[in-house]
């Protein structure tokens, strides 16, 4: 029987719809994954009649490689919403899966009584650990059909009516969005397993139907190949492999040195897993003696890809929040440490509170933009194209210009340029299609300046496009190499053209005016902070994020940064300083590359100032305490 529930009170009722009303506008972020382009490419193909891909069709120098595409129905859905509705109808499609997953979770975790304060509790901790992967990418699929199966079989174990019969039609439906669909034989087989170690018996049903399940996998495109095409996937998530030494989002969650490799990593994200993932250790005792083997076998299963990995904090989420719910709750926690009766529900009432002003305060900054820029993430609350992402600008460049030959590009930039290029190009976040050994070859090309000569005669590359910020080295190699020349720049992606007759005819216009011809030195003693004005300081900047929108000037920093890696320190110069003013002095790290653009000019009692900025922000920055100690 369904077991019976308390009163309702509003009190707690207020944080849980808080907490949903964060997580929209959370979910409410411009549109800014690198992979987007390729979805909405694939999309196109499949909806304009070319059928299903075989060889990749979209990449030049992959042609002859095999592409399984098992997220073409995902595709083929946000390219029909792209057609429709542009970015505000892809924006609105995944903020709807994002709150259906936790819609999902919460009803799973009213199958048994609950403690309303921990259900808001978790809620919040649950969806802050799950956030950095609310983008418009199929995985928030895998994740709401991976809540969808967990629900029927919760119910399923507590002896509720559960329309098991359905999990075959949702695997159907998995297998052609997304290629984690074999999470959901991992969880079947757990609760299969704990039935029998439970009962000491085999549940029949829910192996007849498991079995169905794992079957129709095979009823897709490809067959058996997309069917065993995810076991694929996982040796590239291997810590030898090269995409795992590379790519940030395969760190862990749990690496010390993450503050050292990422300074402004969103620290609050990754504290609330790690508070999840230790309660979901702790919660095994709980559940061992409630002889739930089933949620015993699940979390020991999924804690270690959670754990290893920074994109798949949210499937120890998605399995644990039930458990989570049902393990701690709030009362019968305050009754252990002897404060229960009345004393125990001011206590709970009074944390209800702060978790409701907690919410409203970080839903505010959100939506100013005021959270993202804390930790320096390019998101942004909003319904169009993230422009400090995806590189839209310079590939409408591209296409006024007519760079119609081969192009070089950086990988992050592959997919936006696939689907807004009408040429192939030469590589694409799809790395299964990359394989290692040409995923080896893109990188030696991007870091040696023989490797990029070889790759110029080899596939008769005319232009490169590429995110300066991130190559520096190759940035500085183009711009003093005559074979090159400089056609467009932004404060995001730089584009070089291969020197011909023709060249001066495909360089911007507008280019010398953006660079600026003004070589007048700023005046540094009227920045704030350097005998202008105070700085805006911390604390200041955190509250007005609650009431105004903030702005990092994104313009002037990325082009400080250009000239600066150009070798042109005045410039550079002008640009931090611009930054500086326009931003009252809020971001320490432009004082620091100020500091480094006067260093270069021999400037030193200047910079030797901007640094001491630098250590009043960050007293533990190492670069600075090192430059200010060889003074």
């Known amino acids: 029987m369904p077991p019976e529930r308390g009163p309702r009170r509003p009190l707690h009722s207020i944080p849980l719809f808080l907490g949903f009303g964060l997580l929209a506008v959370l979910a409410l972020r411009q549109v800014g994954n690198p992979d987007v382009g390729f979805h909405l490419k694939a999309g196109e193909y499949i909806l304009s009649g070319q059928g299903w891909p075989g060889n990749d069709p979209f990449t030049y120098t992959l042609k002859d490689h095999p592409y399984i595409d098992t997220s073409w129905g995902y595709q083929v859905v946000v390219s029909a919403i792209q057609r429709g509705f542009d970015a505000g109808g892809l924006v609105l499609f995944h903020a709807i899966l994002v709150l259906l997953i936790f819609f999902t979770l919460c009803r799973t975790a009213r199958l048994e009584a609950v403690d309303a304060a921990s ?41 509720l009516p559960s329309p098991i019969w359905t999990l075959p039609l949702i695997h159907l439906a998995w297998a052609n969005c997304h290629s984690l669909f074999i999470l959901g034989w991992a969880v079947m087989a757990c609760f299969a397993i704990g039935a029998w170690f439970r009962d000491r018996r085999v549940d029949r049903a829910l192996m007849g139907w498991s079995l169905a ?120 926690a305050l009754q252990k440490i002897g404060l229960g009766g009345g004393l125990g529900r001011r206590l709970r009432q009074a944390g209800l ?40 600008d310079a590939a409408e460049f591209a296409t006024r210009a007519g760079l119609g030959g ?45 490797a990029l000569e070889e790759a110029v005669e080899r596939y008769g590359i005319q232009w490169t496009i590429f995110p300066y910020d991130t190559n520096p080295e190759l940035l500085a190699r183009l711009s003093r190499n005559t074979r090159w020349r400089l056609a467009y720049v932004d404060d995001l992606a730089v ?21 600026g011809q003004d070589h007048r030195r700023p005046e540094i003693r009227t920045l704030p902070g350097l005998g202008g004005p105070a700085r805006l300081r911390e ?93």
């Open 119 to 159: 259900l808001a509790g978790f809620l919040f901790l649950g969806g802050m650990a799950s956030e950095l992967r609310f983008e418009a990418r199929p995985e928030l699929v895998s994740l709401l059909f991976l809540a969808l199966v967990l629900h029927l079989l919760h119910r399923r174990a507590l002896a």
């Open 213 to 332: 399940s794992v079957a129709v996998g095979v009823i897709n495109p490809y067959g058996l190949r997309g069917l065993l095409f995810p076991f694929t996937l996982a040796t590239r998530m291997l810590a030898n492999n090269p995409f795992a030494r590379s790519i940030g989002e395969f760190a862990s969650p749990f690496w010390p040195k993450i503050p050292d490799a990422y300074p402004f990593y969103p620290r609050l994200p990754i504290l609330c897993f790690q508070i999840l993932a230790v309660l979901a250790l702790l919660s095994l005792p709980v559940l061992f003696r409630r002889r739930r083997w089933d949620l015993c076998l699940m979390t020991v299963a999924i804690f270690p890809l959670a754990a290893g990995m920074v994109r798949n904090m949210p499937l120890l989420v998605i399995t644990a929040f039930p458990c989570l719910v049902w393990s701690f709750p709030a009362e019968g």
């Open 353 to 392: 509170a702060v978790l409701t002003v907690a919410i409203l305060a970080l839903g505010l900054r959100v939506f100013h933009d005021a959270y993202y820029i804390d930790s320096r993430r390019p998101c942004r609350f909003g319904l169009g194209w993230n422009r400090l992402i995806l590189p839209l």
């Open 406 to 450: 081969p192009v070089l590009n950086h990988l992050n930039f592959g997919g936006t340029l696939m689907w807004r290029l009408p040429q192939p190009i030469f590589i694409d976040g799809r790395l299964e299609v990359a394989g290692e050994r040409f995923y080896d070859e893109y990188r030696r090309i991007f870091e040696a300046e023989g």
């Open 495 to 515: 584009i070089f053209v291969r020197e011909s007759p023709d060249a001066a005819a495909r360089v911007d216009p507008s280019l010398n005016a953006r660079l």
């Open 539 to 631: 604390g200041r900047r955190w509250f007005s994020g609650l009431f105004q929108r903030e702005e990092f000037p994104s313009e002037d920093f990325g082009l400080g940064l250009f000239h600066y890696f150009r070798g042109e320190p005045v410039r550079a110069e002008r640009r931090f300083a611009s930054a500086i003013q326009r931003s009252g002095g809020a971001y320490f790290e432009i004082y620091a590359d100020l500091a480094a653009s006067l260093d270069w000019q021999r400037r030193f009692e200047e910079a030797r100032d901007c640094y001491r900025v630098v250590l009043e922000a960050d007293p533990g920055n190492r670069i600075a305490r090192k430059r200010l100690a060889e003074r």
